[in-house]
């Protein structure tokens, strides 16, 4: 695996920071995108971990900051901004030498993976699919206040990693909307996970099996 810097520019005043995990074997020709969560940036540990694993499994990862982590400020932007970083950054890798001959998905970690799904829902041209790493259903306790309504407008794969304890949504709440949808999105259920996919130890299965086998599925199903 190699790790290359990237400087993705939003607008003719404003550049964000990305990072390419290379993997070593690119057999599968697919770029996976992803965005981070409302919390943290790019270099969270989370990130880290599941861009490293990808890129492990054939797959070229890319991260990057949205403007507002990369100006280390704790608000995220509006959404029209969010939208307009995440669009710079599509165009900046479906442009790079390296990366523009593949196959390219895009999504991301909580609100990262929302804001694909609504640059997706606006116009997926030159996509081929989305993979959310728990996607943020609702706020936690306001099961009223879905983030769906724009989902049916999307005509591309899509494959939701979700917990079972995830207080942004769970499995059994995203299945009774995303069977509507076309074509129907896949899902994979995380048993005992939150919203990081944090498990209980009484699962048996260490932190590290959580996130094999959920990187193992990521992979099976971009390939």
Request: charged residues 20%; proline residues 7%.
């Amino acid at each position: 695996m190699a790790i290359e810097p990237m400087t993705v520019a939003v607008n003719p005043s404003e550049n964000v920071t990305a990072v390419i995990y290379k993997a070593e074997s690119s057999l599968a020709g697919v770029t996976l995108v992803l965005g981070h969560g409302a919390g943290a940036n790019q270099t969270h540990p989370f990130m880290v971990t599941f861009s490293e694993g990808l890129a492990a499994r054939g797959i070229d990862a890319v991260t990057f900051n949205f403007s507002y982590t990369e100006h280390h400020r704790k608000v995220p932007d509006r959404g029209d901004k969010l939208e307009a970083c995440y669009r710079a950054v599509i165009a900046a890798v479906a442009e790079h030498p390296a990366l523009r001959s593949n196959r390219l998905f895009i999504g991301g970690k909580s609100m990262g993976g929302r804001i694909a799904s609504q640059v997706a829902a606006e116009g997926g041209e030159g996509l081929r699919g989305l993979v959310f790493l728990g996607y943020p259903l609702h706020p936690p306790g306001k099961l009223d206040q879905l983030r769906s309504k724009h989902l049916p407008k999307i005509k591309l794969p899509m494959l939701f990693l979700q917990g079972t304890r995830d207080s942004f949504g769970t499995p059994v709440e995203l299945e009774p909307i995303i069977r509507n949808l076309t074509p129907i999105p896949d899902i994979y259920k995380i048993e005992g996970g939150d919203h990081s996919f944090k498990t209980p130890k009484k699962q048996g299965l260490s932190q590290d099996e959580v996130y094999t086998l959920a990187l193992d599925a990521i992979a099976a199903w971009l390939k």
